[in-house]
């Protein structure tokens, strides 16, 4: 049964940084591009950033460029987004996902909450 489960969400401070950590299981994630995406209340899912199977690429959404690090340890079978000087337009669930390399089916976390206040 895959199961994707994020934590390290919570309430920040603008300009203040939270690490959210997705623990994989299931399935063989060492193969599997994983992906960070956000929604904001009324608004779409967006995608944050994304990393390759073996993590040696990474890309990232124009709101999260030179602000967030997506990184992966692929023998915990974690994958992390760094995110420093966060703002209120940061806030958002923000979920992880991960894609089947082959069918391209995607699995989905639960989600957590982040939301930046003063």
């Known amino acids: 049964q895959v199961q994707l489960v994020e934590s390290g969400g919570g309430s920040v401070q603008p300009g203040g940084s939270l690490r959210l950590s997705c623990a994989a299981s299931g399935f063989t994630f060492r193969i599997f591009p994983m992906r960070w995406y956000r929604q904001a209340p009324g608004k779409e899912r967006e995608l944050v950033a994304r990393i390759s199977s073996g993590g040696e690429s990474t890309n990232y959404g124009d709101s999260a460029k030179g602000r967030f690090t997506i990184s992966r340890d692929n023998a915990k079978n974690l994958v992390y987004l760094q995110m420093n000087s966060l703002n209120s337009e940061d806030t958002a669930v923000y979920y992880c996902?991960?894609?089947?390399?082959?069918?391209?089916?995607?699995?989905w976390g639960q989600g957590t909450q982040v939301t930046v206040s003063s």
């Open positions: 996902n991960a894609l089947a390399p082959i069918t391209g089916f995607e699995y």
